[in-house]
């Protein structure tokens, strides 16, 4: 399938992150020699060389910033198209052709962007390596069908939403310069105290040593507790992951998803009437419209019609290899269809969300003593945002009774 695109960008985040490696190494370097410079003292090493080359490591780190931030807040749209067959997609932008490969594919979603006066769908690729490629599309068809042919779909796997904007990236300048201060502030004071405690000699000299190294360990708190909501939207329900927490709410316990406006929170409603909010500062609000848009996508999928049939799949206390001799004599000629079940039953259940996690992994169960293969279950494994759930039926499929059981009990 080859669909042709209004534009074609890159972000490179795989460079820009790079580059930002690159200047905090620097940053370690000038550090550690205006740290050798105060242990020397006014000897001429300390008070002329080493201060001297702390300025080209320093100035080293200020231009890999700059660059950081350049290469990952410059993207250039160039026409273009994208063909998907089923090792991958292939991307022509001009006269350059790149191959990506479906298993560097971390995720695909389809968000309304304003461009002008106009809403235009654009299809957000996530690689396994951060670099996003956003392909723009004239009508709402053809970019569904991106998403549907990469497998992100409703009934596919998994899709997941960063909410952070692209101009976010620049908050990390004053966090680095703030947790610079912060440590610079506690060495002084930590110099302060040592001198009086141990004399002048030892101790300054290692406090300025820890410097670089406290100042990075800073900056990596810091950019973790303002680190920007991750949303994923599956098949049986929405995990929400923020600085320190990961909240999963089950598909059968969302109730209904408002939002005023674009610009206001989203809101999961639940059925015992408490909420989810998915909000933030400097928060991609064309991103969250698609959050809430994918999830009533989701919610509205294929329920189990069979509901009077999900007891069959329980274990009754069973232990599992029981529990799969109980469901084989059960799927036997006539004692199954007396049971008035299916395999197209066992699917559907091994696919609802609003079946319990033990139901669901009867009717996995129960689809592997049919003679079902076990990448069937696999497939709907990878639409699970629940990682015990997905631990489970993934140890049905690789037959591990004992994986089963632990899986089991953590649901």
């Known amino acids: 399938m080859i669909l042709q695109c209004n534009g074609l960008s890159w972000g490179r985040a795989r460079i820009s992150r790079g580059l930002s490696h690159g200047a905090k190494v620097s940053f370690v370097l000038g550090m550690l020699f205006i740290a050798a410079a ?11 060389i080493l201060p001297a080359l702390a300025t080209l490591p320093g100035l080293a780190s200020i231009g890999l910033l ?54 235009i769908d654009t299809v ?19 970019a569904l069908a991106l998403v549907d042919a990469l497998g992100f779909g409703p009934g596919g ?38 001198s009086a405690s141990f004399g ?16 990075l360990l800073t900056y990596q708190l810091l950019r973790r507790v303002i680190r920007p909501l991750r949303v994923t939207v599956g098949e049986d329900g929405v995990v929400v992951q923020s600085a320190f927490a ?31 909010r998915i909000a933030g500062v400097l928060t991609d609000v064309h991103r969250r419209v698609a959050i809430g848009r994918t999830i009533v996508e989701r ?32 799927m036997e000629d006539g004692s199954y269809r007396t049971a008035g079940a299916s395999v197209d039953d066992a699917a559907a259940i091994v696919r609802s969300a609003h079946a319990t996690p033990e139901q669901r992994v009867g009717a ?18 990878e639409t699970n945002v629940d990682d015990r759930m997905r631990e489970a039926l993934e140890a049905v499929a690789d037959g591990d009774d004992e994986r089963v059981e632990r899986a089991l009990r953590r649901v």
Not at 126 to 139: P, Y
Not at 164 to 169: E, G, H, I
Not at 305 to 325: A, H, Q, Y
Not at 368 to 380: D, L
């Open 38 to 48: 105060m242990a020397l003292g006014d000897r001429m090493l300390g008070a002329t």
């Open 66 to 119: 700059i660059g950081s931030f350049a290469t990952w807040l410059t993207r250039g749209w160039v026409p273009g198209s994208v063909e998907v067959g089923p090792a991958g997609i292939v991307v022509r932008r001009g006269a350059k052709e790149r191959t990506v490969d479906r298993t560097e594919i971390a995720s695909a979603v389809l968000v309304a962007r304003p461009i002008g006066a106009a809403m």
């Open 124 to 142: 957000e690729i996530t690689l396994a390596s951060g670099d996003l490629l956003t392909v723009r599309f004239a009508e709402h068809a053809p």
């Open 157 to 194: 796997k998994p899709v997941s939403f960063e909410l952070a904007t692209p101009a976010r990236r620049l908050i990390h300048a004053p966090i680095s310069y703030g947790a610079y201060m912060i440590v610079n502030m506690l060495s002084v004071v930590g110099g302060a105290v040592a």
């Open 200 to 215: 002048e000699r030892f101790f300054p000299a290692g406090i300025y040593v820890l410097m670089p190294i406290a100042t």
């Open 246 to 276: 990961r909240r999963f709410v089950a598909r059968q316990d969302i109730a209904t998803v408002t939002q005023i406006n674009p610009s206001s929170a989203l809101v999961i409603l639940k059925r015992d009437g408490r909420g989810e």
């Open 299 to 330: 919610l509205g999928g294929a329920r189990a019609n069979v509901p009077d049939r999900r007891p069959l799949f329980e274990s009754g206390g069973r232990p599992v290899p029981e529990w799969r001799t109980h469901l084989a004599r059960m």
């Open 364 to 381: 996995a169960l129960a689809l592997r003593v049919a003679g079902e293969p076990p990448e069937r279950i696999r497939v709907v494994a």
